[in-house]
């Protein structure tokens, strides 16, 4: 039996870290979560709104539109992350993070390509945005542009 308690969009807000308006938008747009209303018409968010909104922010900020995620199962999410974070620890990952250490230029900016690359193709913006920024540091500006 599912607790009757409701919460406002502003403590959902806090609790998942989302912006009141991310969250109408995804109601509205994406019919990501369908939330219900108190006879003055605001929403009442239950537990199970709350940890949905969570798995979809998590699949957003690995990388993954909002338009592909909404309206796939809490279930699926799940698993879509847990294949993330797998891959995130994988060979491939990492092996260029270990070609890094010791090599001259050239080297090393192929390996940055290889990471970028390895980032785009997962659709991780964050990731892609470390290596671009430690490469801007690390790297002579020839190498980096």
Not at 75 to 86: E, F, G, P, S, V
Not at 109 to 132: C, D, K, S, W, Y
């Amino acid at each position: 039996m599912e607790n009757s308690t409701t919460f406002t969009i502003k403590y959902v807000a806090l609790k998942t870290g989302l912006k009141p308006y991310i969250i109408r938008s995804w109601e509205s747009r994406y019919q990501a979560i369908c939330p219900q209303r108190s006879d003055n018409n605001r929403r009442c968010f239950k537990d199970s709104d709350v940890k949905r909104l969570n798995l979809l922010k998590q699949a957003v900020d690995a990388g993954h539109p909002i338009s592909n995620v909404a309206k796939i199962s809490n279930t699926d999410l799940r698993n879509l992350l847990q294949r993330d974070l797998a891959l995130q620890g994988s060979p491939e990952a990492s092996a260029g993070e270990t070609a890094l250490r010791g090599v001259d230029d050239n080297t090393k900016a192929a390996g940055l390509v290889e990471q970028a690359l390895f980032h785009t193709m997962r659709l991780n913006p964050a990731a892609l945005e470390q290596i671009l920024n430690e490469a801007a540091v690390d790297m002579p500006r020839q190498f980096f542009l």
